[in-house]
């Protein structure tokens, strides 16, 4: 939408995050950054300008660029029954019926349940399920997607695929309502699939809303793949441009041909060279702390991984790689190392996902292989630090995950993300953990841990001659904060609030007054 | 004629014309709960406690009379004059003199071990319209929900069954077409199924359709990458090589593990008495120069720097087809590198008949001597010893 009249924002501690400048206001015109400075110079625009916000000495940075985002199941997860705190199967219960009763005869489809959290240490079967609920589907996932629960209704509304691995049975031979494996992968295919793209729309466009709250102006979405529908990656590939924020879509598959027609220039964001800690699935060069003789398991042959890597390096596309333990970055390292070696091909800003526990030999190689690391800072917010659960999966190990400051210093790029709805969309809470990481040694300045989410971001993504800095000429995504940021203690920067964000010259929040 | 289908949306019609919208859903249910049990009578009891659990007595057995007597209004007796359901004072049951036609009835009374015939099985093939009693869901009737659900799951299974006979039959006739045809239904139905999967890409690469056995092969491979993050097993991806291997005109291809004779290779080892593992690095050297090295090195690489401690010409090979980067090679415990030894010939003998040939047996090294002694006691049929 163009207006010939610009907007002003003064009175800011602009951090336009490009060679340590500072300024005291901006000037938005269009959509675009028309003139930045200091002092009293923005006075020329008081009488012209459309638009003034008071910035009230708050700091003003570019629109934050979360880059590990999962839009479109995080969106239709905030519209589902979160399960996450149930602890027993009472518990369960007093919700499937609230819920049941606040949409009467409506699908239920709960998230978050975690069998380890429950009194009776199991998950529920669909006679369970059924006293709470029975003239509606309810169809629960475990944490990690791995588990599907149907309460009877359910079972019989559904496409179940009962002669698939993974259909639970009871003594007489039918199923219980539990189910795993890879019936539990095709019965979600078919869950997802029948969601339509109104519906996602719908959907996506009111989380938008509060992720746009948070000062997010752009996000990498990591869509499709296991555990996931392709039918969300094609959703955010066709509302391109569409949406309030803008999307950079990570297409998870190892479809190169694919990727090509649709001539997208990156794949991957999810193919999970590894598993999670929490399952104790991710690849370890030691045994998990708290299961001895496991040191969890990659999902490739490092040939296999060697080939995959080497044909998007030939087809020259940017590849992101899910690897979270040291062994899954040890095969990416190996497989960009070879896919180098036989390409000669350089430049494409490759990147790993998570990288939570990379050696300095890892973070060194990837160095010379200009790899850029997306990482999630809050995970050591939620998981790091004595007692919690980096602790009990990995011992004494836990004080090397997330080496931010290591990786900095060895001059590799990080760019931030949330990992949402994993964790919360909230960029001011990764910088909070980035600075604070319970190891001190790993922890970064609080300027370090902004690049993470406004510059190193628009580089990840070969966006940085477009947004990622506040430069005149760039897209003004702005983001204006409630207090200077870098007077802030280091402990209550998770409390600072955004007051406005604007994408592309438009205003989606604010909560600042106009003088 | 009275015509009862269940499989799919349920429809009861009379001589063609559907009555379905005027039966109730606890009368349909009623029906095929009768039919189902259609070779014994049914109390009136249990009858009531399957569709009418909540109900007291006697309103269950009010409603028993009126769906009893709503089924004799709307079912007409046959010509004989005689009625579908035979209903006594504490029972009914269906009555096997009554002429009538039900999908779920023809579906039970095949037998899998039984004779069979392609006519046969397409007919039967035909009667799954989709689910078990599709759409049917009775509220509070948990007996009666439990029973679609454990026929859904007779149905499904039976119906892979029949596919999978069929397929037999088309193959055993030799009519690849209808074959791939119904493997490739049968792998809509069980998507990850490797077996359903290599008979494809066979019949494909039997017919000469290379390029569809490529495509195929690689949807297949890119489908169990994003569903399961795991890649196909051996049998396929050996199946997969032979296929593009005959398509870049190589004459020297992998020798089938799944079609045909395992190619045999004759290997000529040495001992040395007082070197350590001697003969079995021999013997991996040996195979490194007679079998394929792209092949040898599909195998675990844990496996291969296990065992490249013995024999340095693995690590050469590897780096040459997988990956200039390995790990160091430290000191690995002699338990590792038998078992990497035996992983190594068994990889081998996937694909290939071993003739080992020793040349000088009573010098052979005392460790090598013990694996030498594990794989006679083993007896495989794809390694023969032959000590000179």
Redesign the interface.
Known sequence: MKKDLPTLIFNGKCLSMADGIEYDWIVVTDEKISDAGSGDEYKKYLQKADTIIDAKGGTVLPGFIDSHFHVVQAALNSRSLDLSKARSFRDIGALVSEAAKASPKKNIRGIGLDAQNLKEARLPDR?VI?KYC??APVFINSVEYQTSVLN??A???Y??????EG?D?DE????TGIITH?AN??LR?NVLRSIPNSTRMETVNEFLESVVQKGITTVNAME???LYC?KDAEFIYESTGKLAIDIALFY????IMKIKEMQLSRIGGCL?VDGTFGARTSALSFEYNDCPGNVGGL??????M?QFVRECYANKLQLALYTIGDRAIEQAL??H??AL?KTGITGLRHRLEHVELPTLDHIRRAKKLGLVFSMSPTYEYIWGGPGKLYQERLGDNYKRTNPFNQIIREGVVICGGSDCDVTPADPLLGIHSAVNHPVEAHRVSVYEAIKMFTCNGAYSIFEEDKKGTLEVGKLADVVILDRDILATEADKIKDIKVMTTMKSGRILYNKLSQP | MLSINMLGQVNISYNGVSIADRLSTKLVAMICLLVLNSDREMSRERLSAYLWPDSDEEAARYNMRYNLWKVKKLIPSDAKGQSFILVSKDSCRINQQYKFQCDKLCIDSYDSHGQKSIEKLLQLKELFKGDFLEGFYLKNCNEFNEIILFERVVCQTKHIEIMKQLAQLYEEEDRSEEELQILHEMTAMEPYNENFACRILSIYKKTGNRAAAINYYREFESKLRRELNIAPNNDLKILYREVTEDLCGKEDGYPGKTTGEKKKLVIRSRCMKDVDYFWAAEVVGALLKAADQKYLMELNLNYILDLSYIQNELLLSYEKYVSKEHREVGQVPAVRIVNAFLKFLSHACAIYKLDIHIDNPGDMDSSSAKILKHIEACASGSIHIYKC
């Open positions: 006679t059924d029975k003239d009877t209704y079972l019989l509304y496409k179940i695929p009962f002669t698939l259909i049975f007489n031979q039918v199923p890879y992968v095709l295919e499709g793949g296991r392709d998870s598959t190892m479809d999970y999902n490739f042959t490092q040939k296999e060697n190996t497989a190392e070879y070696d």
